[in-house]
Nanobody
């Protein structure tokens, strides 16, 4: 079992930056692909970014390319999402995920472990 806890969310003005952290416990994360999803009010949960277990293969959804950076530190059992040039449309609850063992990484059903989420609000 893997437990995931997100932190770093908050309120930010458009154009600002935030860094989300995801701390894993229970098992080492070094063998798991990990990622971030988000869910805006009234919308479906959507894929944001994914990093392979070794940190060498990374994917982003188009809307965050060039602005967000996903990274991980397996020695510290932690994953990060650096978010720059934030926009009001980035407002959402952000979820940390681990273990895409059941299909396409961009699908919510693929991921085995989920954090509880952290709120990011971007004001215009």
């Amino acid at each position: 079992q893997v437990q995931l806890v997100e932190s770093g969310g908050g309120l930010m003005q458009a154009g600002g930056s935030l860094t989300l952290s995801c701390a894993a416990s229970g098992r080492t994360i070094r063998s798991y692909n990990m990622g971030w999803f988000r869910q805006a009010p009234g919308k479906d949960r959507e894929f944001v970014a994914r990093v392979s277990y070794a940190g060498t293969v990374i994917y982003y959804t188009n809307s965050v390319k060039g602005r967000f950076t996903i990274s991980r530190n397996n020695a510290e059992n932690t994953m990060y999402l650096q978010m720059n040039s934030l926009k009001p449309e980035d407002t959402a609850v952000y979820y940390c995920v681990a273990g895409d063992t059941r299909g396409s990484y961009s699908s919510t059903v693929a991921w085995e472990y989920w954090g509880q989420g952290t709120q990011v609000t971007v004001s215009s």
